[in-house]
């Protein structure tokens, strides 16, 4: 769908990525700190049958042109429902069933299936981002009402993005993540030495086992990897999802990870646990993207039980792989329970949101607000449990 902007300016709403060019798109992702939003991860999203209308994740981007040429860009999709998001707006969805209002679809803008921060409007350089993100919300504003569609979404934003879209009239929610940021270490002993005596024991504990049980982590990225790692990986992530059910958010295709080996290896790292008696196939396997100086955690599994492998293949080794390789902040994914523990302090993330319906923005804008200074408090008590030593929480 084509409309007229103005003299010049066109804006397209569409169902495919496929239908802009990948220079045009990649033009403005791929200076971004995150991988998520660049064409080539998006486009394996639609074409595998992972981010599909069946799936829950109907793709509409919005994309505004100047003449022919592609000036800003927004990954958006249609929901209808909130899975696979880990924002948990449920408790949204329930009340407006109570108060008559039909919450779904909405609107969202967030690399499918991805809790890792980043997202934003792609601008081409050179543009008056003020300028070119109010045009941009205005198309979302007349989409939503002429649709009649609840809330426009927007979820792990990119903090630098996040005052912009305030600018603009949306309302920030606070969250917060796990992240693993390098403070300077050159090795995995000084990673090691923030940590009070009793956890350093259990970090080196809990890698010893996995040596115990004949087994070696090994990084393998780009064109090193093999070829069957990548259906093998597929098996591992559903094997995994599988565990938890519905929640385990199951929504990549086999097909999804088999492009990633043709068009985006470049990203990939995997840490594959191989047994001394075979290193060939891997019994166990953790999924990475990284680019630049960042390191993104995705998916892990294992065919047998083995004690602590998953601490060493999810975290451990991953941070060995990122002091040696420069990086400096890890994002391992969704979750806390584990993380904490080892060295991943509660990060602070933004979620922006916009209600179409006056009813649900006259409750929901205060409750957030209230919501955000809980927030605040939790991210505080989760730091300050962190089982550093005591010079490290002097600083």
């Known amino acids: 769908m084509v409309e007229q902007l103005k003299p010049r300016y066109s804006v397209a709403w569409i169902n495919k990525i496929a239908e802009v060019p990948q ?27 992972s981010a599909t209308d069946k799936t829950g994740w109907l793709p509409n981007h919005l994309t505004l042109w100047r003449d022919k040429t ?12 909130s899975y696979g998001e880990f924002v ?21 803008g967030m690399a499918p299936f991805t809790p890792a921060e980043g997202y934003r409007f792609l601008i081409a350089p050179g543009e008056d981002e003020d300028e070119i993100t109010a045009m941009m919300v205005h198309e979302i504003d007349s989409f939503c009402n002429k649709y009649r569609i609840s809330g426009c979404h927007f979820l792990y934003v990119d903090p630098e993005w996040r005052p912009v879209l305030e600018r603009n009239g949306f309302s920030s929610w606070l969250h917060h993540s796990y992240i693993w ?39 393998i990225t780009g064109d090193e990897i093999p070829k069957s790692l990548f259906p093998l990986m597929y098996q591992f992530y559903a094997d995994t999802c599988d565990k938890f059910g519905w929640w ?6 086999k097909q999804f990870f088999e492009q990633l080996h043709t068009d985006y290896r470049h990203r990939v790292v995997f840490f594959a646990a ?12 953790s999924f990475c993207l990284y680019k630049d100086d960042r390191l993104y955690g995705r998916y892990w599994g294992s065919f047998q039980e083995i004690d602590c492998l998953h601490f060493d293949a999810c975290y451990y080794t991953p941070i060995e792989w990122a002091i040696a390789n420069n990086i400096k902040l890890f994002d391992p994914g969704a979750g806390g329970r584990h993380k904490k523990r080892r060295g991943f302090p509660a990060t602070p993330n933004y979620s ?12 929901l804008l205060p409750y957030i607000k209230e919501v955000n200074q809980l927030e605040q408090q939790e991210i505080a008590s989760i730091n300050e449990e962190m089982p550093f030593s005591q010079k490290v929480h002097d600083k």
């Open 274 to 285: 191989y047994s001394e008696h075979d290193n060939r196939h891997p019994v166990g396997m």
């Open 88 to 108: 948990f707006d449920h408790q949204w969805a329930e009340l407006s069933d109570r108060i008559g209002v039909q919450y779904y679809p909405k609107l969202l």
């Open 248 to 253: 385990g958010s199951k929504y990549l295709t």
């Open 181 to 219: 940021e390098n403070t300077g270490f050159n090795n995995f002993d000084d990673y090691l030495g923030v940590f009070n005596a009793n956890q350093r024991r259990n970090i080196k504990r809990e890698r010893k086992a996995v040596e115990k049980a004949g087994l070696r982590l090994q990084p």
């Open 23 to 49: 220079s045009a798109w990649d033009a403005l992702a791929l200076s971004l700190k995150t991988p998520f939003l660049e064409w080539q991860w998006l486009k394996n999203l639609e074409t595998s049958h």
């Open 70 to 81: 592609l000036i800003a860009a927004a990954p958006l999709y249609l929901k209808g429902h």
């Open 352 to 363: 922006l949101h916009r209600f179409y319906n006056h009813r649900l923005a006259q409750i």
